[in-house]
């Protein structure tokens, strides 16, 4: 996936840890894609998961803490 590319620069630039590659791997298998985020030096990571609720247990279980944020389905609707 493209999140898993762009997590593989940021290891080959030392911008990761084995805590975060731990937790994007746990998150990866039950996502579109899993990346530790460039902002905060490697400490926090996003996944575009598939199955939340999987990817937040397996997070958990790899040490993690996971917060899963939803999408509204109906986006931004105009005011009357």
């Given at each position: 996936s493209l999140m898993g590319r762009s997590h593989r620069l940021l290891v080959n630039l030392g911008m990761s840890s084995p805590e975060i590659d731990r937790l994007v791997g746990a998150a990866q298998r039950h996502s579109y894609g899993a990346c530790l985020t460039a902002s905060g030096g490697g400490r926090c990571m996003?996944?575009?998961?598939?199955?939340?609720?999987?990817?937040?247990?397996a997070i958990t279980q790899a040490g993690g803490r996971a917060a899963v944020?939803?999408?509204?389905?109906?986006?931004?609707m105009p005011e009357d």
């Open positions: 996003v996944a575009l998961a598939r199955d939340a609720e999987a990817a937040s247990s944020l939803r999408l509204a389905r109906t986006g931004v």
